[in-house]
T-cell receptor, first 110, second 113 residues
Framework: KQEVTQIPAALSVPEGENLVLNCSFT??????LQWFRQDPGKGLTSLLL?????REQTSGRLNASLDKSSGRSTLYIAASQPGDSATYLC?????????FGTGTSLTVIP | EAGVTQSPTHLIKTRGQQATLRCSPI?????VYWYQQALGLGLQFLLW???????NRGNFPPRFSGRQFPNYSSELNVNALELEDSALYLC????????????FGSGTRLTVV
């Protein structure tokens, strides 16, 4: 069974700092990996989707990488802002379902 | 383009009652997924429907059930509600699985008292 782990569980950084969130998965047989953002009590907003054949995807200040062979993905956030404060979740798609990590709670301090 | 729509936003039920949650996918999306997110816990996969058929089911008891209608909207039913069913229930849709990502709705907050 696929297991997805996210480290760290919580992160607090000053505004303007660049940061990296980590996601690891145990089964490399995935079709793609998706990064989401969740604000408290809300649904999930898709940030980036990386196909298994891709190495990285970029959207604005966000860059996600994928290394299937090592079972790792990272989400890089450049020049962090207070509005980036949220929980970030990664999800690995095995075909039958997406397996979610438990998330990294990010706080950006003004 | 309208996103994934879930209703109701909030639902309060008494233990032992039944709850019905609804989800309308993005136009053109044929797959609907249901997840449970209990307070402080991660997202737990409940059900996947595609083209009207149940394709996969998570590790939940049979009192969690659902269906997908011809217009691809979906309904999640929870019978014999228990206090621990209190959670945020999230619905996601996809144009077809494997290479497509999810788009989530805003969720239904179910509270069992």
């Amino acid at each position: 069974k696929q297991e997805v782990t996210q480290i760290p569980a919580a992160l607090s950084v000053p505004e303007g700092e660049n940061l990296v969130l980590n996601c690891s998965f145990t089964d490399s047989a995935i079709y793609n990996l998706q990064w989401f953002r969740q604000d408290p009590g809300k649904g999930l907003t898709s940030l980036l989707l990386i196909q298994s054949s891709q190495r990285e995807q970029t959207s604005g200040r966000l860059n996600a990488s994928l290394d299937k062979s090592s079972g790792r993905s990272t989400l890089y956030i450049a020049a962090s802002q207070p509005g980036d404060s949220a929980t970030y979740l990664c999800a690995a798609n095995t075909g039958n379902q997406f397996y979610f990590g438990t998330g990294t709670s990010l706080t950006v301090i003004p | 383009e309208a996103g994934v729509t879930q209703s109701p936003t909030h639902l309060i039920k008494t233990r032992g009652q039944q709850a019905t949650l609804r989800c309308s996918p993005i136009s053109g999306h044929t797959s609907v997924y249901w997840y449970q997110q209990a307070l402080g816990l991660g997202l737990q996969f409940l059900l996947w429907y595609d083209e009207g058929e149940e394709r996969n089911r998570g590790n939940f008891p049979p009192r969690f059930s659902g269906r997908q209608f011809p217009n691809y909207s979906s309904e999640l039913n929870v019978n014999a509600l228990e206090l621990e069913d209190s959670a945020l229930y999230l619905c996601a849709s996809s144009p077809g699985h494997y290479r497509k990502g999810y788009t989530f709705g805003s969720g239904t907050r179910l509270t069992v008292v």
